[in-house]
């Protein structure tokens, strides 16, 4: 077996550990980069958590190799729910090819007639500045379903629906079924509801428009200037994830999500912000947090007491630097 190793942000010591497992087991790997030929691969190693999946396939549009993804640490996530130091309980596993590989759906995304990377979450359309009206026409395979005035408009699909989706209203999505979500955040129509659409249709948010430029946001990492259309469709291949885990399906981690959302519904917004952006961007320390929410100072040391309080977020040293800490979200067991 011949295992490719690749990640966000990797650590000399989760490199090191994660290729001490590899060779204790008899796997043979190696490091892949963006220019690396992988076509002779089994499997690909991507640590990171869920944002090192989504990273990798970001870059990648021939994802017919199945991914493994690791967290370096102990959390949760969709795409990637082994922790590095649970994977030498699993490694036997994956050397007898003793998994399940799941398709997950990609969006393929065209703004203003430039194809962009394919996504695995959402493509969300909002004015480049909050709380602004922003116009558009929702088209579904060439027919005008809505034109509407709203803060913005997601298209999810099923692993994304979880996610940003599911924070708007829309629909949460089990991963085996072929549609999408589309979600007007906001609507002045007060009728306007969530759509779900077959994932081979061709989906267009035309005529797009604000008072000050717009912008596409894909996988609530990247922005994009948009003048006036977005286009996405379902981008083949789809992305293929290793489960070893029994347990570790789409439908059972997406309920433990909604279980978790449901005790965190009288949370605090800032808590809840500060959740989400460790859900998205994996360990940070506090200035990071500050600096991606833009709360004041106080409002995130308040948040972040609650959090750690609570038992959603641990703390721990930098490996980094060893004056600072940072935070992360807590593996939690139902």
């Known amino acids: 077996m011949n295992v490719g190793i690749t990640g966000t942000g990797l650590t000399p010591s989760s490199q090191n550990n994660l290729k001490k497992i590899l060779d204790d087991s008899g796997i043979e790997h190696v ?11 089994d499997c690909i190693v991507v640590l990171g ?7 990798y396939f970001h870059r990648t549009f021939d994802a017919t190799i199945p991914v493994l ?8 996530g969709f795409l990637a729910q082994i922790d590095l130091k649970e994977f030498a309980t699993y490694v036997k596993k994956l050397k ?14 065209k703004i203003d007639g430039k194809n962009v990377y394919p996504v695995l979450n959402d493509i969300a359309v909002f004015s480049s500045r909050s709380a602004m009206l922003m116009e558009h026409t929702l088209r579904v ?7 509407d005035s709203s803060d913005g408009i997601i298209v999810s699909t099923p692993i994304g629906s979880s996610a940003y989706s599911m924070s708007a209203g829309g629909p949460v999505i089990f991963q085996d079924s072929s549609v999408f979500g589309i979600i007007s955040v906001n609507s002045l129509d007060i009728i306007r509801r969530p759509l779900i659409v077959s994932n081979d249709s061709v989906i267009e948010i035309d005529e797009i428009s604000a008072r000050l430029q717009c912008e596409v946001v894909l996988d609530g990492i990247d922005r994009y200037k948009v003048k006036n259309k977005v286009e996405a469709t379902k981008f083949i291949p789809s992305a293929k994830i290793i489960r070893l885990k029994k347990d570790s399906t789409a439908i059972s981690a997406l309920a433990k999500k909604v279980q978790l959302a449901e005790d965190l519904h009288n949370m605090p917004p800032s808590s809840k912000l500060l959740l989400k952006i460790l859900e998205y961007e994996g ?18 040391r308040l948040a972040m007491s609650h959090l750690l309080e ?14 600072q800490k940072i935070y992360e979200i807590t593996k939690l067991d139902y």
Do not use: C, F
Not at 69 to 76: A, K, V
Not at 96 to 109: A, H, Q
Not at 310 to 323: A, E, H, N, Q
């Open 31 to 41: 490091q892949i980069g963006s220019k690396s030929k992988i076509k002779k691969l």
């Open 49 to 55: 958590g869920d944002r090192g999946v989504r990273n």
């Open 141 to 147: 395979n060439g027919d005008e379903v809505w034109h």
């Open 283 to 300: 360990s940070m320390t506090q200035k990071e947090i500050a600096s991606k929410t833009m709360l004041p100072d106080r409002t995130v």
């Open 69 to 76: 993804g690791i967290n370096e640490s102990e959390s949760n």
């Open 310 to 323: 609570k038992g959603y977020v641990k703390r721990k040293v930098s490996i980094r630097d060893s004056r």
């Open 96 to 109: 007898k090819l003793n998994y399940k590989v799941e398709e997950v759906t990609r969006l393929g995304v």
